[in-house]
């Protein structure tokens, strides 16, 4: 019998003076930094159509937020949309990206992105959230239990389309 579904936690109070709002153009150099130093890899042109997709076209269904200390320095960023019938799940909401400052972690930032992502799915009817992520990431997959996520009915399924040692696009 799988787990009982755990409560989320009470969100913390994110730092003083931090405000989680739709990205702005402004913001795109500081979240391809802040990308780049969780990653290390510096990928502009991915966070440039991200950003024409999500930011300026996101209405409604797609959103990317970021959250900004003192209004204005970015800290931290979560992009998700809603997903129609996929596999014939009704619609559902969709975090792809979320990253907050290493600096930052643990002090709200992530709980106050996750929940107001969720208070946009929740506004267009939404009643399930999912996220994806790599098994051996740890750090991730604590901050999403630490917000009352399990695995869900999905199984994610891949294959290789490069021939063994082929280099990828």
Known sequence: MPPAPREPPEPREPPALVQVRP????????VIA??????????ADYWQR???????????LRHFLVAAAGGARVCGFVIGEVRDWE????????????DVDPRLRQGGVGTALLAAMRERFERVGV???RTMLARDNTLLLSFFRSQGMTAGHLIPLEIDLAP???QPR
């Open 164 to 166: 063994p040692g082929a």
């Open 23 to 30: 990205v702005r153009a402004a913001d795109l150099p500081a």
């Open 50 to 60: 991200v950003h024409r997709r999500y930011g300026v076209g996101g209405q409604g």
């Open 87 to 98: 596999f014939g799940s009704p619609p559902c909401g969709w975090v792809f990206a979320i």
């Open 34 to 43: 802040l990308d780049a130093t969780v990653t290390g890899l510096h990928k």
């Open 127 to 129: 009643s399930k959230l």
